[in-house]
């Protein structure tokens, strides 16, 4: 079974960068075919898919964040990090990452339980 859990910073002031980890366990980072994403949901909004990294290291990233997103991972400990720069208080949201055999389309079949990010100073 796998298992996904969300671990960073829940405030973040304005024009700084919001860093999340992901740690995986029941299965690899580097050994499956999954993609591992990340997504968001801000207040009273729909889920939006940010990014995905590959088992192979391959980045894929939504067009409307492209700029300010970097996402990459540490074989090592089986994390995926997610990095968001000069956030604003829109980019306030519940923050998930997901593992599926595919991105962008967010109907992945596992998920962390999601962690709450505040931007304000």
């Known amino acids: 079974q796998v298992q996904l859990q969300e671990s960073g910073p829940g405030l973040v002031k304005p024009s700084q960068t919001l860093s999340l980890t992901c740690t995986v366990s029941?299965?690899?980072?580097?050994?499956?075919?999954?993609?591992w994403n990340w997504i968001r949901q801000p207040p009273g909004k729909g889920l939006e898919w940010m990014g995905a990294?590959?088992?192979?290291?391959?980045?894929y990233y939504s067009p409307s964040l492209k700029s300010r997103t970097s996402i990459s991972r540490d074989t090592s400990k089986n994390q995926f990090t997610l990095q968001l720069s000069s956030v604003t208080p829109e980019d306030t949201a519940v923050y998930y990452c997901a593992g599926d055999r595919h991105y962008a389309i967010i109907n992945f079949v596992y998920w962390g339980q999601g962690t709450q990010v505040t931007v304000s100073s």
């Open positions: 990294i590959t088992y192979s290291g391959s980045t």
């Open positions: 029941g299965d690899s980072l580097i050994t499956s075919d999954y993609y």
